[in-house]
């Protein structure tokens, strides 16, 4: 069984860092994706970054290209950890931030098309302020 745990969250001023991290166990075997959502208060989920663990391609929406790193590092076979580096971070990234994964990073028009039933963390919250 899939498991994620996010790690991370916080508050932090505009223009600060943060990273989050998620430690996903349970997949063995031959490259897959993890990745990052965020839900704002009120609003839709949004896509923010993937890493395929294979290779290491990654992927970045529009949103945050340029401020935020996603990186990977594998512990032995069935333990993965992702990151989230967010830097010079905006009002706006404040958030929900959840970790995903799917067996592929399939992202299509700007946006990561996870399989329905793909496991998730709890997610974690960031709230920036002025």
């Known amino acids: 069984q899939v498991q994620l745990v996010e790690s991370g969250g916080g508050s932090v001023q505009s223009g600060g860092s943060l990273r989050l991290s998620c430690e996903a166990t349970?997949?063995?075997?031959?490259?897959?994706?993890l990745g990052w959502f965020r839900q704002a208060s009120g609003k839709e989920r949004e896509w923010v970054a993937a890493?395929?663990?294979?290779?290491?391609?990654?992927?970045?929406?529009d949103s945050v290209k340029g401020r935020f790193t996603v990186s990977h590092v594998s512990q032995d076979i069935a333990k993965n950890t992702v990151y989230l580096q967010m830097d010079n971070l905006k009002l706006e990234d404040t958030a929900t931030y959840y970790c995903?994964?799917?067996?592929?990073?399939?992202?299509?028009?700007?946006?990561?098309?996870?399989?329905?039933?793909?496991?998730w963390g709890q997610g974690t919250l960031v709230t920036v302020s002025s």
């Open positions: 890493i395929t663990t294979g290779d290491e391609t990654t992927y970045y929406s």
């Open positions: 349970g997949y063995r075997g031959g490259g897959f994706c």
């Open positions: 995903a994964a799917d067996r592929e990073c399939t992202v299509l028009a700007g946006q990561w098309r996870i399989a329905d039933n793909s496991p």
